[in-house]
């Protein structure tokens, strides 16, 4: 059985910097593409950042890039997301999920992420 | 890159079927068949109903389908029951270097 469980959120004030992890389980985590999607409070969701199985290739959303770093570790099945100078606008839900044939298969419970003064 | 387009709401009563569309551009849902479906149940994370635009994951029932035709993709649910009252998203692959964007996001309620 598929499990992704992520950790890492909290409440940060504006400019300060958090690190998400998304522990996977149950396939083979090097050989997985693997996602971070998050949703604001009462909003829809928004596609963040992917990375391939290797770690070679990623892609990040218009509203992180220069700020938010995706990366892996394959030796843990650990999947990381570092986020910098964070934005009230950053509040949300961080969902990390299973990519392949370009669908989000499979979800974690998320991680609530809070950035306020 | 602009979310894609789908109403806010749709409904329909028990047995009956409901229809979501989901309007994007020929760079994206025109461009690809990779369109998928996700259900979300209030405080759950989402759940991956179709993907490739009509291909359903092991254990989706039958009664979720969906097409494309043109730059619209749209979700279908027969049959409908109360366990499908939930916000629908699509998503869709767009081969750019922000590769993937989702719907607005529509609540189905069975009513």
């Known amino acids: 059985e598929v499990q992704l469980l992520e950790s890492g959120g909290g409440l940060v004030q504006p400019g300060e910097s958090l690190r998400l992890s998304c522990a996977a389980s149950?396939?083979?985590?090097?050989?997985?593409?693997m996602s971070w999607v998050r949703q604001a409070p009462g909003k829809g969701l928004e596609w963040v950042s992917v990375?391939?199985?290797?770690?070679?290739?990623?892609y990040y959303a218009d509203s992180v890039k220069g700020r938010f770093t995706i990366s892996r570790d394959n030796s843990k099945s650990t999947l990381y997301l570092q986020m910098n100078s964070l934005r009230a606008e950053d509040t949300g839900i961080y969902y990390c999920?299973?990519?392949?044939?370009?669908?989000?298969?499979?979800w974690g419970q998320g991680t609530l992420v809070t950035v306020s003064s | 890159q602009s979310a894609l387009t789908q109403p806010p709401s749709a409904s329909g009563s028990p047995g009956q079927s409901v229809t979501i569309s989901c309007t994007g551009t020929?760079?994206?849902?025109?461009?690809?068949?990779?369109v998928s479906w996700y259900q979300q149940h209030p405080g759950k994370a989402p759940k991956l109903m179709i993907y490739?635009?009509?291909k359903r994951p092991s254990g989706v029932p039958d009664r979720f389908s969906g097409s494309k035709s043109g730059n619209t993709a749209s979700l279908t649910v027969s049959g409908l029951q109360a366990e499908d009252e939930a916000d629908y998203y699509c998503?869709?692959?767009?081969?750019?270097?922000?590769?993937?964007?989702f719907g607005t996001g529509t609540k189905v309620t069975v009513l």
């Open positions: 990375i391939s199985g290797s770690g070679i290739i990623t």
């Open positions: 490739e635009v009509s």
């Open positions: 020929s760079s994206d849902v025109g461009a690809y068949n990779y």
């Open positions: 999920a299973r990519t392949e044939a370009y669908a989000f298969h499979h």
């Open positions: 998503n869709s692959y767009t081969g750019s270097n922000n590769p993937y964007v």
């Open positions: 149950g396939f083979t985590f090097s050989s997985s593409a």
